[in-house]
């Protein structure tokens, strides 16, 4: 991924990128590609996405995370300008970057789909609200 015209770069991290951390690429490409680019990684991978993740969000987004999407480790991602960690719950990676806030999230996996389409919301939520604070340049990325 190459960054275009300065576009900043965010990373959204968790242990697995799995779940939380794929979620959140998504919406980030489907909501704010105007803004930013977004990718995903962890410190460990998973041989696939959720699949409880994959299900709701084609059915909630209409997004097939599985044909543009896998799971990387924070090494096969490109320089970040801002790194978003989903909430490890452990010592979450480090990565070199101009801001970094945690979002604090509950991992939902192995949970209902109340509780998954729950954090996508947050998720949703928080992305806008990243969106809205660049363009805003609350976010100092210069």
């Known amino acids: 991924m190459v960054s275009s015209m300065n576009t900043p770069i965010i990373a ?5 990128n799995s779940c939380r951390s794929q979620i959140a ?3 980030g490409k489907l909501l704010a590609s105007d803004v930013f680019e977004s990718c995903s990684a962890g410190t460990e991978t998973k041989d696939r996405i959720n ?5 709701l969000m084609k059915r909630e987004y209409g997004i ?8 990387k480790l924070i090494d096969d991602i490109p320089p970040v300008d801002v790194v978003i960690t989903m909430g490890c719950n452990v010592e979450c990676p480090y990565l070199p970057c101009k801001h970094r806030e945690d979002w604090n ?4 996996t192995g949970k209902d789909d109340d509780e998954f389409l729950s954090i996508m919301k947050i998720i ?3 992305v806008l609200d990243l969106k809205h604070r660049i363009q805003d340049g609350l976010i100092k990325l210069r």
């Open 51 to 55: 699949q409880d993740a994959v299900r």
């Open 105 to 108: 999230l509950d991992d939902p």
């Open 12 to 16: 959204f991290i968790c242990v697995h």
């Open 64 to 71: 097939d995370m599985e044909e543009t999407q896998r799971s």
């Open 25 to 27: 690429e998504a919406l």
């Open 124 to 126: 949703e939520t928080n």
